[in-house]
Protein backbone atom coordinates (compact mmCIF):
# COMPACT_ATOMS: atom_id res chain seq x y z
CA UNK A 1 0.00 0.00 0.00
CA UNK A 2 2.49 2.60 0.89
CA UNK A 3 4.42 2.32 -2.73
CA UNK A 4 0.65 2.61 -4.25
CA UNK A 5 0.03 5.54 -2.19
CA UNK A 6 3.52 7.65 -2.96
CA UNK A 7 3.40 6.56 -7.01
CA UNK A 8 -0.37 7.73 -7.02
CA UNK A 9 0.18 11.02 -4.96
CA UNK A 10 3.47 11.91 -7.38
CA UNK A 11 1.31 11.42 -9.79
CA UNK A 12 -1.17 13.72 -9.03
CA UNK A 13 1.15 16.26 -8.25
CA UNK A 14 3.22 16.09 -11.20
CA UNK A 15 -0.31 16.66 -12.99
CA UNK A 16 -1.40 19.86 -10.91
CA UNK A 17 1.83 21.63 -11.28
CA UNK A 18 1.50 20.91 -14.86
CA UNK A 19 -2.16 22.57 -14.83
CA UNK A 20 -1.13 24.90 -13.05
CA UNK A 21 1.87 26.14 -14.78
CA UNK A 22 -0.26 26.32 -17.89
CA UNK A 23 -2.43 29.11 -15.51
CA UNK A 24 -5.59 26.66 -14.99
CA UNK A 25 -7.70 27.21 -11.92
CA UNK A 26 -10.82 26.66 -10.09
CA UNK A 27 -14.08 27.09 -8.53
CA UNK A 28 -16.99 27.84 -6.30
CA UNK A 29 -18.46 25.59 -3.30
CA UNK A 30 -20.91 22.74 -4.26
CA UNK A 31 -24.59 24.77 -3.52
CA UNK A 32 -25.11 24.57 0.23
CA UNK A 33 -27.53 26.49 2.19
CA UNK A 34 -25.45 29.37 4.24
CA UNK A 35 -25.30 29.39 7.97
CA UNK A 36 -27.76 31.58 9.32
CA UNK A 37 -26.76 34.66 10.80
CA UNK A 38 -28.62 35.86 13.73
CA UNK A 39 -27.59 39.50 13.77
CA UNK A 40 -27.54 40.15 10.26
CA UNK A 41 -30.01 40.81 7.07
CA UNK A 42 -33.75 39.59 7.66
CA UNK A 43 -35.18 37.94 10.72
CA UNK A 44 -36.65 34.70 8.29
CA UNK A 45 -35.21 33.89 4.99
CA UNK A 46 -35.88 31.63 2.26
CA UNK A 47 -33.43 30.09 -0.33
CA UNK A 48 -33.94 27.83 -3.17
CA UNK A 49 -31.19 26.09 -5.17
CA UNK A 50 -31.43 23.92 -8.11
CA UNK A 51 -28.96 21.58 -9.41
CA UNK A 52 -29.31 19.49 -12.53
CA UNK A 53 -26.75 17.17 -13.80
CA UNK A 54 -26.18 15.23 -17.49
CA UNK A 55 -23.42 12.67 -16.63
CA UNK A 56 -22.63 9.87 -18.73
CA UNK A 57 -19.67 7.10 -18.98
CA UNK A 58 -17.88 7.89 -22.72
CA UNK A 59 -15.78 5.29 -22.19
CA UNK A 60 -14.75 2.03 -20.22
CA UNK A 61 -16.77 1.47 -16.46
CA UNK A 62 -19.80 -1.35 -16.79
CA UNK A 63 -21.36 0.31 -20.16
CA UNK A 64 -21.62 3.45 -22.00
CA UNK A 65 -24.67 5.44 -21.63
CA UNK A 66 -25.95 9.57 -20.02
CA UNK A 67 -28.17 9.82 -17.08
CA UNK A 68 -30.07 13.35 -16.15
CA UNK A 69 -30.57 13.92 -12.41
CA UNK A 70 -31.30 16.75 -10.03
CA UNK A 71 -31.41 17.89 -6.55
CA UNK A 72 -33.66 20.87 -5.64
CA UNK A 73 -32.73 22.40 -2.10
CA UNK A 74 -35.07 24.40 -0.55
CA UNK A 75 -33.72 26.21 2.70
CA UNK A 76 -35.56 28.90 5.86
CA UNK A 77 -33.16 30.16 8.09
CA UNK A 78 -34.56 32.38 10.74
CA UNK A 79 -33.30 34.18 13.68
CA UNK A 80 -35.39 33.63 17.01
CA UNK A 81 -34.23 36.21 18.75
CA UNK A 82 -35.93 39.13 16.42
CA UNK A 83 -38.68 36.21 15.80
CA UNK A 84 -39.67 34.84 19.45
CA UNK A 85 -37.61 36.82 21.86
CA UNK A 86 -35.19 33.95 22.04
CA UNK A 87 -31.41 35.35 22.72
CA UNK A 88 -29.10 33.73 20.91
CA UNK A 89 -30.53 31.05 18.73
CA UNK A 90 -31.05 30.73 15.43
CA UNK A 91 -32.74 27.87 13.33
CA UNK A 92 -32.36 26.02 9.64
CA UNK A 93 -35.16 24.22 8.02
CA UNK A 94 -34.12 22.24 4.38
CA UNK A 95 -36.24 20.23 2.35
CA UNK A 96 -34.51 17.93 -0.31
CA UNK A 97 -36.15 16.36 -3.35
CA UNK A 98 -34.28 14.33 -5.92
CA UNK A 99 -35.28 12.77 -9.38
CA UNK A 100 -33.70 11.18 -12.05
CA UNK A 101 -31.62 8.89 -12.98
CA UNK A 102 -28.46 6.76 -11.43
CA UNK A 103 -25.16 7.28 -13.33
CA UNK A 104 -22.64 5.09 -10.99
CA UNK A 105 -24.91 2.25 -12.67
CA UNK A 106 -23.04 2.59 -15.55
CA UNK A 107 -19.75 3.35 -14.29
CA UNK A 108 -19.24 0.78 -11.49
CA UNK A 109 -17.62 2.86 -9.06
CA UNK A 110 -16.92 2.08 -5.80
CA UNK A 111 -17.16 5.72 -4.25
CA UNK A 112 -20.03 6.85 -6.98
CA UNK A 113 -19.66 9.54 -9.79
CA UNK A 114 -22.36 12.17 -8.86
CA UNK A 115 -22.83 13.67 -5.11
CA UNK A 116 -26.33 14.39 -5.68
CA UNK A 117 -27.47 10.82 -6.61
CA UNK A 118 -29.51 8.71 -4.53
CA UNK A 119 -30.50 5.13 -3.97
CA UNK A 120 -34.61 6.00 -4.20
CA UNK A 121 -35.23 9.72 -5.65
CA UNK A 122 -37.87 11.02 -2.69
CA UNK A 123 -39.01 14.10 -1.25
CA UNK A 124 -37.50 14.72 2.42
CA UNK A 125 -37.10 16.67 5.15
CA UNK A 126 -33.26 16.95 4.79
CA UNK A 127 -32.03 19.10 8.14
CA UNK A 128 -34.18 20.63 11.15
CA UNK A 129 -32.31 22.20 13.60
CA UNK A 130 -31.98 24.81 16.17
CA UNK A 131 -28.55 26.50 17.47
CA UNK A 132 -28.23 28.19 20.78
CA UNK A 133 -25.21 30.35 20.58
CA UNK A 134 -22.68 31.54 23.59
CA UNK A 135 -21.56 34.88 22.28
CA UNK A 136 -18.80 34.37 19.61
CA UNK A 137 -17.45 31.60 22.09
CA UNK A 138 -19.56 28.73 21.10
CA UNK A 139 -22.60 27.41 20.28
CA UNK A 140 -24.92 24.10 21.03
CA UNK A 141 -27.07 22.40 17.29
CA UNK A 142 -29.78 20.44 18.06
CA UNK A 143 -32.00 18.74 15.62
CA UNK A 144 -31.57 16.23 12.32
CA UNK A 145 -27.87 17.43 11.15
CA UNK A 146 -26.15 16.48 8.50
CA UNK A 147 -22.13 15.01 9.74
CA UNK A 148 -20.21 16.38 6.51
CA UNK A 149 -21.44 20.37 6.94
CA UNK A 150 -19.00 20.76 9.93
CA UNK A 151 -17.23 17.87 10.25
CA UNK A 152 -14.44 16.59 7.83
CA UNK A 153 -14.72 18.88 5.53
CA UNK A 154 -12.51 21.89 3.62
CA UNK A 155 -14.03 24.33 1.25
CA UNK A 156 -11.57 24.27 -1.20
CA UNK A 157 -12.60 20.38 -2.19
CA UNK A 158 -16.74 21.22 -2.47
CA UNK A 159 -16.77 22.22 -6.37
CA UNK A 160 -15.60 18.72 -6.83
CA UNK A 161 -18.84 16.45 -8.34
CA UNK A 162 -17.16 12.78 -7.21
CA UNK A 163 -18.78 12.46 -4.29
CA UNK A 164 -15.51 10.70 -2.56
CA UNK A 165 -14.48 14.52 -2.29
CA UNK A 166 -17.51 15.30 -0.05
CA UNK A 167 -16.34 12.54 2.91
CA UNK A 168 -13.95 10.49 3.24
CA UNK A 169 -15.29 6.55 1.90
CA UNK A 170 -13.96 4.60 4.73
CA UNK A 171 -16.78 7.09 6.96
CA UNK A 172 -19.52 7.57 4.57
CA UNK A 173 -19.43 3.44 4.16
CA UNK A 174 -20.34 2.43 7.75
CA UNK A 175 -23.71 2.24 9.53
CA UNK A 176 -26.88 0.43 8.63
CA UNK A 177 -28.15 3.47 6.39
CA UNK A 178 -24.98 5.34 5.92
CA UNK A 179 -24.08 7.99 8.71
CA UNK A 180 -25.93 11.49 8.80
CA UNK A 181 -24.80 12.73 5.22
CA UNK A 182 -26.60 13.15 2.25
CA UNK A 183 -29.12 11.90 1.17
CA UNK A 184 -30.33 10.88 4.80
CA UNK A 185 -29.88 12.71 7.95
CA UNK A 186 -30.26 11.82 11.38
CA UNK A 187 -31.52 13.15 15.32
CA UNK A 188 -28.05 14.82 17.06
CA UNK A 189 -26.57 17.26 19.48
CA UNK A 190 -23.14 19.11 18.54
CA UNK A 191 -21.20 21.50 20.67
CA UNK A 192 -18.61 23.60 18.91
CA UNK A 193 -16.09 25.74 21.33
CA UNK A 194 -14.35 28.36 19.68
CA UNK A 195 -10.38 29.40 20.89
CA UNK A 196 -9.07 32.40 18.68
CA UNK A 197 -8.07 30.16 15.75
CA UNK A 198 -8.68 27.31 17.44
CA UNK A 199 -11.81 25.52 17.49
CA UNK A 200 -12.67 21.90 18.82
CA UNK A 201 -15.93 20.30 18.16
CA UNK A 202 -18.02 16.58 18.89
CA UNK A 203 -21.50 15.68 18.20
CA UNK A 204 -23.15 12.59 18.98
CA UNK A 205 -25.39 11.20 16.46
CA UNK A 206 -28.09 8.13 16.10
CA UNK A 207 -26.42 5.36 14.23
CA UNK A 208 -29.74 4.90 11.64
CA UNK A 209 -29.71 7.55 9.57
CA UNK A 210 -33.57 8.52 8.65
CA UNK A 211 -35.73 11.58 7.98
CA UNK A 212 -39.31 12.09 6.93
CA UNK A 213 -40.56 11.00 3.72
CA UNK A 214 -38.30 7.44 3.87
CA UNK A 215 -40.14 4.53 5.63
CA UNK A 216 -39.99 4.46 8.84
CA UNK A 217 -39.25 8.06 9.13
CA UNK A 218 -37.14 9.46 11.69
CA UNK A 219 -35.38 6.46 14.39
CA UNK A 220 -36.39 7.29 18.46
CA UNK A 221 -35.73 4.26 19.39
CA UNK A 222 -31.45 4.18 19.70
CA UNK A 223 -31.68 0.53 19.39
CA UNK A 224 -28.42 0.58 16.95
CA UNK A 225 -26.31 3.53 19.20
CA UNK A 226 -24.79 6.26 18.41
CA UNK A 227 -22.08 7.49 16.63
CA UNK A 228 -19.77 9.74 18.26
CA UNK A 229 -17.38 12.44 16.18
CA UNK A 230 -14.61 14.67 17.56
CA UNK A 231 -12.50 17.15 15.86
CA UNK A 232 -10.28 19.95 16.17
CA UNK A 233 -7.66 21.89 14.64
CA UNK A 234 -6.95 26.04 13.53
CA UNK A 235 -8.77 27.45 11.18
CA UNK A 236 -8.87 31.13 9.95
CA UNK A 237 -9.04 32.98 6.96
CA UNK A 238 -6.44 30.99 4.25
CA UNK A 239 -6.31 27.93 5.81
CA UNK A 240 -7.31 25.00 7.94
CA UNK A 241 -5.91 21.96 9.84
CA UNK A 242 -7.84 19.41 11.63
CA UNK A 243 -7.72 16.33 12.92
CA UNK A 244 -10.61 14.13 14.22
CA UNK A 245 -11.87 10.42 15.44
CA UNK A 246 -14.84 8.93 15.43
CA UNK A 247 -16.35 5.46 16.89
CA UNK A 248 -19.94 3.56 17.04
CA UNK A 249 -21.05 2.80 20.45
CA UNK A 250 -22.56 -0.68 19.43
CA UNK A 251 -20.44 -3.04 17.67
CA UNK A 252 -21.49 -3.33 13.75
CA UNK A 253 -21.88 -5.69 11.31
CA UNK A 254 -18.63 -7.45 9.85
CA UNK A 255 -18.65 -6.46 6.19
CA UNK A 256 -18.08 -8.84 3.30
CA UNK A 257 -17.49 -8.60 -0.32
CA UNK A 258 -21.09 -8.97 -2.22
CA UNK A 259 -21.97 -12.75 -3.23
CA UNK A 260 -20.19 -13.79 -0.40
CA UNK A 261 -21.85 -15.20 3.30
CA UNK A 262 -22.58 -13.02 5.57
CA UNK A 263 -20.01 -13.46 9.15
CA UNK A 264 -22.64 -12.68 11.48
CA UNK A 265 -20.01 -11.27 13.40
CA UNK A 266 -20.06 -7.48 15.25
CA UNK A 267 -16.79 -6.00 15.87
CA UNK A 268 -15.70 -2.08 17.06
CA UNK A 269 -16.62 0.50 14.28
CA UNK A 270 -13.80 3.28 14.57
CA UNK A 271 -11.75 5.53 12.42
CA UNK A 272 -9.60 8.89 12.32
CA UNK A 273 -8.87 11.50 9.83
CA UNK A 274 -7.31 14.79 8.80
CA UNK A 275 -7.48 17.14 7.40
CA UNK A 276 -5.17 20.37 5.25
CA UNK A 277 -6.27 23.39 3.19
CA UNK A 278 -4.16 26.57 2.52
CA UNK A 279 -3.75 29.60 0.36
CA UNK A 280 -1.31 28.61 -2.07
CA UNK A 281 -0.65 32.46 -3.75
CA UNK A 282 -1.31 34.68 -0.59
CA UNK A 283 -3.96 36.53 -2.63
CA UNK A 284 -7.31 35.23 -0.48
CA UNK A 285 -10.37 36.77 -2.29
CA UNK A 286 -8.36 38.25 -5.79
CA UNK A 287 -8.30 37.22 -9.08
CA UNK A 288 -6.62 34.15 -9.74
CA UNK A 289 -6.36 33.06 -6.05
CA UNK A 290 -5.42 29.33 -5.59
CA UNK A 291 -6.08 27.36 -1.93
CA UNK A 292 -4.49 23.25 -1.68
CA UNK A 293 -5.87 20.39 0.04
CA UNK A 294 -5.10 17.32 1.25
CA UNK A 295 -6.80 14.69 3.72
CA UNK A 296 -6.38 11.24 4.43
CA UNK A 297 -8.68 8.70 6.74
CA UNK A 298 -8.16 5.10 8.08
CA UNK A 299 -11.05 2.52 9.47
CA UNK A 300 -11.12 -0.20 11.10
CA UNK A 301 -11.40 -2.29 7.54
CA UNK A 302 -13.46 -4.78 9.54
CA UNK A 303 -17.37 -2.81 9.46
CA UNK A 304 -16.29 -0.56 5.99
CA UNK A 305 -15.11 -2.31 2.47
CA UNK A 306 -12.25 0.51 2.92
CA UNK A 307 -9.16 0.70 5.42
CA UNK A 308 -8.13 3.90 4.26
CA UNK A 309 -8.45 6.86 1.67
CA UNK A 310 -6.61 9.83 0.59
CA UNK A 311 -7.99 12.82 -1.29
CA UNK A 312 -5.79 16.23 -2.78
CA UNK A 313 -5.91 18.85 -5.01
CA UNK A 314 -6.60 22.68 -5.78
CA UNK A 315 -9.20 25.49 -6.02
CA UNK A 316 -8.51 28.67 -8.67
CA UNK A 317 -11.26 31.04 -7.57
CA UNK A 318 -11.74 34.26 -10.08
CA UNK A 319 -9.62 32.52 -13.06
CA UNK A 320 -11.12 35.02 -15.76
CA UNK A 321 -10.15 38.83 -14.44
CA UNK A 322 -13.34 39.77 -16.29
CA UNK A 323 -15.69 36.87 -14.77
CA UNK A 324 -15.20 36.91 -11.17
CA UNK A 325 -17.63 33.70 -10.79
CA UNK A 326 -15.44 31.55 -12.88
CA UNK A 327 -13.61 29.24 -11.37
CA UNK A 328 -11.77 25.40 -11.82
CA UNK A 329 -10.77 22.67 -9.63
CA UNK A 330 -8.47 19.77 -9.83
CA UNK A 331 -8.20 16.82 -7.32
CA UNK A 332 -7.31 12.94 -6.91
CA UNK A 333 -9.35 10.51 -4.83
CA UNK A 334 -8.51 6.90 -3.81
CA UNK A 335 -10.55 4.49 -1.43
CA UNK A 336 -8.13 1.72 -0.54
CA UNK A 337 -10.01 -1.56 0.18
CA UNK A 338 -9.18 -3.45 3.50
CA UNK A 339 -7.48 -6.71 3.39
CA UNK A 340 -10.03 -8.39 5.42
CA UNK A 341 -12.36 -7.07 2.69
CA UNK A 342 -10.08 -8.77 -0.23
CA UNK A 343 -8.95 -11.98 1.29
CA UNK A 344 -12.69 -13.46 0.20
CA UNK A 345 -12.51 -11.79 -3.14
CA UNK A 346 -8.48 -11.94 -4.37
CA UNK A 347 -9.73 -10.73 -7.68
CA UNK A 348 -10.10 -7.47 -6.37
CA UNK A 349 -7.73 -4.59 -6.51
CA UNK A 350 -6.16 -2.90 -3.67
CA UNK A 351 -8.04 1.21 -4.43
CA UNK A 352 -10.13 2.75 -6.77
CA UNK A 353 -8.67 6.30 -7.62
CA UNK A 354 -10.73 9.08 -9.44
CA UNK A 355 -8.83 12.25 -11.27
CA UNK A 356 -11.26 15.23 -11.56
CA UNK A 357 -11.19 18.26 -12.89
CA UNK A 358 -13.92 21.29 -13.15
CA UNK A 359 -14.81 24.51 -14.25
CA UNK A 360 -17.79 26.69 -13.03
CA UNK A 361 -19.01 30.10 -14.08
CA UNK A 362 -22.01 32.24 -13.50
CA UNK A 363 -23.51 32.91 -17.36
CA UNK A 364 -26.24 35.24 -15.38
CA UNK A 365 -27.02 36.13 -11.86
CA UNK A 366 -27.96 33.39 -9.83
CA UNK A 367 -27.75 30.96 -12.92
CA UNK A 368 -23.88 29.21 -12.85
CA UNK A 369 -22.87 26.32 -15.79
CA UNK A 370 -20.48 23.55 -14.75
CA UNK A 371 -18.22 21.41 -17.34
CA UNK A 372 -16.84 18.25 -15.77
CA UNK A 373 -14.46 15.48 -15.94
CA UNK A 374 -13.37 12.39 -13.86
CA UNK A 375 -11.11 9.46 -15.04
CA UNK A 376 -12.00 6.82 -12.57
CA UNK A 377 -8.76 4.06 -12.40
CA UNK A 378 -9.27 0.38 -11.39
CA UNK A 379 -13.34 0.97 -11.46
CA UNK A 380 -14.81 -0.83 -8.59
CA UNK A 381 -11.31 -2.49 -8.02
CA UNK A 382 -12.27 -4.49 -10.32
CA UNK A 383 -9.75 -6.15 -12.64
CA UNK A 384 -12.67 -6.78 -15.73
CA UNK A 385 -13.92 -3.75 -15.44
CA UNK A 386 -11.87 -1.30 -17.74
CA UNK A 387 -10.90 2.49 -16.31
CA UNK A 388 -13.61 4.87 -16.53
CA UNK A 389 -14.18 7.90 -18.07
CA UNK A 390 -17.14 10.27 -16.83
CA UNK A 391 -18.27 13.50 -18.54
CA UNK A 392 -20.57 15.72 -17.17
CA UNK A 393 -22.56 19.28 -17.28
CA UNK A 394 -24.01 20.55 -13.91
CA UNK A 395 -26.39 23.32 -13.96
CA UNK A 396 -27.14 25.76 -10.66
CA UNK A 397 -29.83 28.15 -10.09
CA UNK A 398 -30.24 29.72 -6.78
CA UNK A 399 -32.50 32.82 -5.59
CA UNK A 400 -32.79 33.79 -2.10
CA UNK A 401 -35.15 36.25 -0.37
CA UNK A 402 -32.60 38.16 1.39
Known amino acids: MPGYFVRTMLGMVTA ?43 SGGLERGVRYLDNLFVTADGDLGRLAGWDGAVFQVDVLNNLGGRPNDLAGSLQGVDNIEVPQPRLKLYEAWIEQRFGDAGSLRVGLYDLNSEFYV ?22 TNGPSIFPSTALAARLRWNFDDLYAQAVVINAKAGTLGYAGGIDLSGREGVLFVGEGGWAEGNGKIAAGAWQYSKKQPEVVPPGLTETGRDVPSRGIYAVLEHDLLGTPGGPGNMTGFLRIGFSDGKTTPFSAGWQAGVLVTHVLESRPASAFSLGAASAILSDHYRVGAPSLLNAETVIEATYSDEIVPGVAIQPDVQYIVNTGADRSIEDALVLGLRLIVAWSSD
Open 16 to 58: AALLCGAGIARAQEQPRPPEPQAEEGAPLTLEVVYTGDVIGVA
Open 154 to 175: NESAALLISPSFGIGSELAATG
